[in-house]
């Protein structure tokens, strides 16, 4: 289903979320593939299109987190609703690996969403490594 975003609030997100996704903060200039608009709450779930409700994705975290808002936590096996990124900080739910190529969580919410999202997928971990080698990644400006 297609929702129309304005342009306006297009630029708001984008300025905002700095052109990267906000779940596993790939830039769209480190991967070469524009960013998508994700419905953190989805429109089939009564989710509006506003800043509130909308963010950058990678394709790759928009394509697995599809409308879905929960997922399990691998170590409790709760039901847990995954990470919003308008209302929570990345860093209170995430870290780097030590050599910069995966997501870790340090949350019930983190790591049900880097799960659900497969953060840690075996082509973004060699991409992530290259970056880290570019001095691209991860990003420092959180």
């Known amino acids: 289903m297609s929702t129309y975003i304005s342009e306006s609030l297009r630029k708001q997100i984008i ?4 052109s990267r996704c906000c779940y596993c ?12 608009y994700d419905h953190i709450k989805p429109v089939s779930q009564g989710g509006d ?19 879905l808002t929960e997922s399990i936590d691998p170590l409790s096996g709760e039901t847990i609703s995954l990470f919003n990124p308008r209302k929570q900080k990345w860093l209170e739910h995430f870290i780097w690996s030590a050599d910069g190529s995966k997501v870790e969580g340090i949350t019930a919410i983190s790591r049900a969403t880097i799960i659900r999202l ?25």
């Open 15 to 18: 300025d905002h979320d700095k």
């Open 25 to 36: 903060l790939t830039s769209a200039a480190n991967s070469g593939i524009p960013m998508t």
């Open 49 to 67: 299109t506003t800043f509130e409700n909308l963010c950058l994705a990678c394709r790759s975290c928009n394509e697995y987190k599809s409308n």
């Open 118 to 142: 497969r953060m840690n997928n075996p082509v973004i971990i060699v991409a992530r490594k290259r970056w880290v080698m570019s001095g691209w990644h991860p990003p420092n400006d959180l």
